[in-house]
Nanobody, 124 residues
Framework: HVQLVESGGGSVQTGQSLTLSCPTS????????VAWFRQVPGKEREGVAA???????RYSDSVKGRFTVSLDKRKNAAYLQMTNLKSEDTAMYYC???????????????????WGQGTQVTVS
């Protein structure tokens, strides 16, 4: 049974940083993808970044250069390091995962088998 529980959210001021984490120990270790999505009320869930076990990485244009996605295979965790945060980054952030590599359709929420409950990030 795969459980994804995000942590690291909070309230920060503009320009500050936060790092979100998501455990990966329950995922099929030979190949998986982890993506970070965010959502604000009334809007669709937006893909922010993704990484697979081959260290292939994708970012949305809105966060490129400010956010860094990573996998720590020893700690069995995925991270989203967010720097220079802006008010428009305020959202609920979700960790999503699926078996396999292939980040071609990484922004498609239907691609992912497992989702966390979300962690709130507020930037003011």
């Amino acid at each position: 049974h795969v459980q994804l529980v995000e942590s690291g959210g909070g309230s920060v001021q503009t320009g500050q940083s936060l790092t979100l984490s998501c455990p990966t120990s329950d995922l099929p270790q030979y190949a998986f993808c982890v993506a970070w999505f965010r959502q604000v009320p009334g809007k669709e869930r937006e893909g922010v970044a993704a990484i697979d076990t081959d260290d292939l990485i994708r970012y949305s244009d809105s966060v490129k250069g400010r956010f860094t996605v990573s996998l720590d295979k020893r700690k069995n965790a995925a991270y989203l390091q967010m720097t220079n945060l802006k008010s428009e980054d305020t959202a609920m952030y979700y960790c999503a995962a699926r078996e396999g590599w292939n980040l071609v359709a990484w922004k498609n929420t239907d691609e992912y088998e497992w989702w966390g409950q979300g962690t709130q990030v507020t930037v003011s």
